[in-house]
């Protein structure tokens, strides 16, 4: 007797589970292609169709856009929803582009939605962190040549900004890196930021789709370096999206 009702339980909290999942996604689906549709109009410089799926501050900003001449295109819009309450969302997007001068660059956006009586619109939307939290216990394993291909990128970022290369070295960055990298160049000018670097060694750490992070160590006027670099996979290879010094 006891044993059919543990099956009973078990069975009842298996289908529960499931009716979670099932309603969660059907629920998700609105407001992440709302999400979506205004992120990849937003990148496009298409403000008419941004403005269909936003409203407030989102709007406003998509309002913006209107007479600029926007030259970057779009490659990949991915969006996820990270939280989930009645009539709003938390959506997170990454958005990858080929700018005009060729290059690749990725964006990381946290979107608010809401749901109005014209249906979802973001009302919300600003630049966001990569996430580099990884996940327990899976992708521990790095493919060789994907290890290598992160190392050159990395070397080739680290001898551009020895040779004072601004511009060149932001082309090895992707998201808040880049635009960090520009806005530096901006401010410091020409210029070398680091001498010659020497004995470069790569460890990867962990790899989840298109991310991955790295571990490098190296010496700089005979003083020891060690950095995590985290790295996103773009139609161009690998792209470092983050530096922390260890």
Do not use: H
């Not at 996604?25 to 937003?42: D, G, I, M, Q, T």
């Not at 998509?62 to 929803?81: I, P, Y």
């Not at 327990?136 to 040549?145: K, P």
């Not at 290890?147 to 932001?170: E, I, K, M, T």
Request: net charge positive; charged share 20%.
């Amino acid at each position: 007797m006891v044993r059919k009702v543990l099956l009973a339980l078990t069975a009842a909290l298996i289908l529960a589970v499931l009716g979670f999942g099932a309603w969660r996604f059907s629920a998700s689906a609105p407001p992440r292609k709302a999400a979506e549709n205004y992120v990849r109009a937003l990148a496009a410089g298409d403000a008419e169709a941004a403005l269909q799926y936003s409203s407030g501050s989102a709007a406003f900003a998509a309002s913006r856009l209107k007479g600029s001449k926007v030259t970057a295109k779009v490659e990949d819009v991915s969006c996820s929803v990270a939280a989930l309450g009645r009539g709003w969302a938390k959506v997170l997007a990454t958005v990858e582009l080929t700018l005009q001068d060729g290059s690749a660059d990725v964006g990381w956006y946290s979107v608010d939605a809401v749901k109005t009586s014209q249906g979802w619109k973001v009302v919300s939307f600003r630049e966001a962190e990569p996430d580099m939290s990884g996940v327990s216990g899976v992708g521990l394993f790095v493919n060789r040549a994907e290890a290598d291909a992160a190392n050159r990128v990395f070397q080739g970022y680290l001898d551009a900004l020895a040779a004072g290369d601004w511009q060149g070295a932001a082309k090895y960055l992707a998201g808040p890196a880049r635009r960090s990298q520009e806005m530096g160049g901006a401010v410091l000018g020409k210029g070398a930021v680091i001498g010659k670097v020497e004995k470069l060694k790569a460890k990867p750490v962990w790899k989840r789709g298109k991310s991955m992070l790295m571990r490098f160590g190296y010496q700089v006027e005979s003083r020891d370096v060690s950095v995590l670099a985290g790295f996103f996979r773009t139609k161009q290879g690998w792209r470092i999206m983050k530096i922390n010094q260890i």
